[in-house]
């Protein structure tokens, strides 16, 4: 396939770390039928209309654009794997540019793609850069902008070269909370002790953590008000020694179940908890299925994985784009009814969690997509929200 060299700012960034992508996209899900939003809000999509398609005979250049870097097992191994999907089934020429977490490389490289005659469409991900793209967008407006993981307010400015999505990420990290605090409270599983006590660990402090962690306190209430949990904020999402270190203090202080939301950090939680005999919960991509060929101890140490199909996102991204069906100038909002979100249910899992309570998980999700049980989201919400639901779940 052909590929644009990947240059970065004056910086050459090596394309040997795409062979570290842990995971392979599924990429066979049609695409979703989406909840178009404007935050978390619905908009009125019919008086939208997508733009029209490229023409057959162009070359689309596609420019992937992550925050961090490829290798972390999870949210940017998933994005890079839905832009090699697409390359091969759509013949765009993607590049991929990773910034390694560097925040002022987040805007000159967003500039420099905007600004690349052979670059169509600008794909970036997450909340710490909705403002540059809000800024940067309305400069080029025959560019083409998405941002994934993020909505954008679209009465900044003129942003109708922009389309964004978010993830009900609250939704599938209610059941989390659920089966940990049900997990948590099982009687002669030797991974679990009398505490009662669940854990979360995130990379940063932000708006769409604390949708997870949101989400992961009310399950956790829903199914045991009398569980209890520690939160920790590792400051990064690069850091595994510190993830890992973070991830023994929770389990010394009772933790036997303990949710990582940190991409590369994140790493180190699992690793935690593989050494400490107690479950961890992965994310974005099933981590058990990443690691059962490679480190089956670490594999089985993982009880479920709260996974956004990051992959089918930017591939289903592209292909709209492609056949001209993406719908710049709104945002729209995937949850566990789209099948965007969801928790892992692999044979872990099925070996782990008993009968009654995988039962309980199946219907409690049934309930959740039929709006029988609403869960809160924190975006777009006071501050408050969530500071209170930390006050009610600790210690």
């Given at each position: 396939m052909k590929r644009k060299t990947l240059v970065t700012i004056g910086l050459v960034i090596a394309m040997a770390a795409s062979a570290l992508a842990g995971c392979g996209s599924s990429g066979e899900k049609e695409p979703a039928e989406t909840e178009t939003s404007q935050g978390q809000e619905e908009t009125d999509t019919e008086e939208k209309e997508a733009d029209a398609a490229p023409a057959a005979d162009e070359e689309i250049g596609v420019a992937l654009i992550v925050n961090g870097t490829i290798g972390d097992k999870s949210f940017n191994d998933l994005a890079y794997a839905g832009l090699q999907k697409a390359e091969q089934d759509f013949g765009v020429v993607g590049t991929l540019v990773e910034n390694n977490y560097d925040t002022t490389k987040y805007e000159p490289s967003i500039i420099?793609?905007?600004?690349?005659?052979?670059?169509?469409?600008?794909?970036?991900n997450s909340a710490d850069v909705k403002e540059i793209i809000e800024k940067v967008a309305p400069d080029y407006p025959d560019k083409k902008f998405v941002i994934y993981d993020s909505d954008i307010n679209y009465s900044a400015a003129d942003l109708s070269n922009v389309y964004s999505v978010t993830f009900k990420q609250n939704e599938a990290s209610f059941l989390a909370g659920a089966l940990g605090a049900k997990m948590s409270s099982l009687e002669g599983d030797e991974h679990v002790n009398a505490e009662k006590v669940i854990g979360f660990i995130a990379g940063g402090d932000n708006v769409i953590?604390?949708?997870?962690l949101l989400g992961y306190i009310e399950g956790c209430e829903y199914a045991d008000p009398e569980t209890r949990m520690l939160i920790?904020?590792?400051?990064?999402?690069?850091?595994?020694?510190k993830g890992k270190e973070m991830c023994l203090s929770q389990i010394n202080q009772g933790a036997d179940v303990v949710f990582q939301v940190?991409?590369?950090?994140g790493l180190g939680v699992l690793e935690g908890c593989k050494e400490s005999g107690v479950y961890a919960i992965g994310v974005d991509d099933d981590q058990y299925s990443l690691f059962k060929d490679t480190d089956p101890e670490q594999a089985e140490a993982v009880l479920t994985s709260v996974m956004k199909s990051v992959d089918n996102c930017v591939y289903n991204i592209i292909e709209r784009y492609v056949d001209g069906t993406l719908p710049f100038g709104e945002t729209e909002a995937l949850g566990l009814k789209e099948g965007m979100v969801s928790i892992a249910k692999n044979e872990n899992y099925e070996k782990i969690v008993p009968t009654d309570i995988q039962e309980y998980m199946t219907d409690l999700e049934e309930k959740i997509v039929n709006g029988e049980v609403k869960v809160n989201t924190n975006i777009g919400a006071e501050i408050s929200v969530i500071e209170d639901a930390k006050n009610r779940i600790k210690p």
């Open positions: 420099e793609f905007a600004e690349d005659p052979d670059c169509d469409i600008l794909i970036v953590i604390n949708d997870f920790s904020y590792i400051g990064n999402f690069s850091d595994a020694a940190a991409a590369g950090a």
